[in-house]
Structures are given as C-alpha cells and as structure tokens.
C-alpha cells in the first residue's frame, strides 16, 4: 500500500490539515479492507460444509452414541415442542416394560437419565408434562427417540456444531444404515421431520389469527423455535 502524498507549506513544513486527511483516508482504506476481510471469512465460514442428520431417514438404530470419533458423541436428541403430545404416559420417557408414573429412576427409558419430565397442567382430567433434554447428560443413544417415534415423534437427533470436529469422513456417516448423515452448508438451519415442520406451521398460523398477524411459514429447524405448552 503507498503512503498519501504530502502536501508541503511555503515554509517547506508538511501541511497538517492534508497530512491528518490524508492519514484519514488511509486509516478507511484499511478499515474497509480489513471489514472486507471479516465479511469475507464469515461467509467462507457459512459456506463451509458440515455434517447434519435428516431425522426423516433416521431410524434410531444407536450407532450416532457408538461410532463418534469423540469419547461422547458430537451426537444429541432434541425436542421439538410443536409436536410433542405433552403425553402422561410418554413412550420416550418411560421403558417399554412394567412401570410407574413417576420420575424414579427404574422407570427411566434412557440409561442416562438425561430426558426431564415436568408437570404443565390438568385439562379435563387429562395430565400433561413436558419433556427436555438435559443435553451434557445425552450420550446420542437414541433410545428415546425410537420410543417418542411410537407415539407423535417428536424426540429427535441433531448433530451438534459447537462440539462436533466435522471429521472430512464422519464415522457415523460411515456406519449409518439409514444414510441419514447428510454434508450442509454451515449457515443451513438444523432439518427438521416433515411432521416438525407442518406443526410449527400450524401452531404459528394459530398464533397469528389470535393476534391478527401474518405468518412467515418459513420454520428455521432451531429446535427451540417449537416453543410453548400448546397441548390443544
Ligand atoms: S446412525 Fe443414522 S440411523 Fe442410526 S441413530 Fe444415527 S442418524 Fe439415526
Ligand atoms: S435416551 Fe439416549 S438419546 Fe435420548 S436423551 Fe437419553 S441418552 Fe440422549
Ligand atoms: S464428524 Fe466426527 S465428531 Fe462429528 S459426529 Fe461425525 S464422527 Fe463425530
């Protein structure tokens, strides 16, 4: 880059005003080269390729908890609101043998204890709870995801970027019977069930009618953009 040109006074010293505007300037040509920088890096970040699963072709089969290259898999279920029944009798909760409607551990369908029930309400003699997931405690198994699947489905996997190392071959993908494991571009929402999506469809147009607004059918696949007890 050249130095500004610097304008002299009669008595041959540097004319400051041209000497301060010239340095200006060159300070905004490497500000805007620099900003030019940073907006060129962050959209070479968001095109970057990583790896997400598509819970449509998932079938739960357990190897995202067994063939992470990391000792816990990059590997996580979530929850999406929308299409979750708030069932008592949750099939993603509670193991498929004998027990009881309560939090105590033997009834736990998830060996890690990482699915939370919470009490919402009674409606006409119907209780409802909701289900998270306490996300340092799930090892990706998918067990819970299998039993949600035998009732609305709403438990589902998500490759986590803040922990994943975007192995060029990921061995999930590898050993994944469903080729569910897909390459997406960083700056890609998160994709969602089919199901997911019509849900959060639904409860954001029934939103906008009680308010009066219009709606943007555009679901981001952020698994907290569910949000809401709306068991109705
Ligand atoms: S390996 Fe594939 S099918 Fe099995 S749980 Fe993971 S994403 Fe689902
Ligand atoms: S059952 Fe497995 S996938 Fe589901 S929350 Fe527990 S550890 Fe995570
Ligand atoms: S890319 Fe590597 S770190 Fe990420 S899920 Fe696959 S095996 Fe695990």
Known sequence: MTTPKQSTNSDGTIDRRAFVGGGARMVGAVAFVGLGGVFAARRGRDEE?????????????????????LDESAVKAVQCFALCGYCDECTGYFRAEEYQLDTAVQNHLCPTGAVVR????????????EY??????????????????????SLYLQVRHDRCLDCNECAIAVACPADAFVRLPRAEPNLLKDAAKEAMQTLARKKAQRSGQVVDDDTDGDDTAGEGVDPA
Not at 58 to 68: D, G, M, R, Y
Not at 132 to 153: Q, R, Y
Request: hydrophobic share 30%; with cysteine; aromatic share 8%.
């Open 132 to 153: 998270t997931i306490d996300e340092p405690k799930c090892i990706g198994c998918a067990k819970c995801v299998e039993g949600c699947g035998l009732m609305n489905g």
């Open 118 to 129: 919470k009490f919402v309400e009674t409606r006409p003699g119907i209780r409802y709870f």
């Open 49 to 69: 390729l990583v790896w997400q699963i598509d819970p449509n072709k998932c079938v739960a089969c357990s190897q995202c908890e067994t063939h992470c290259v």
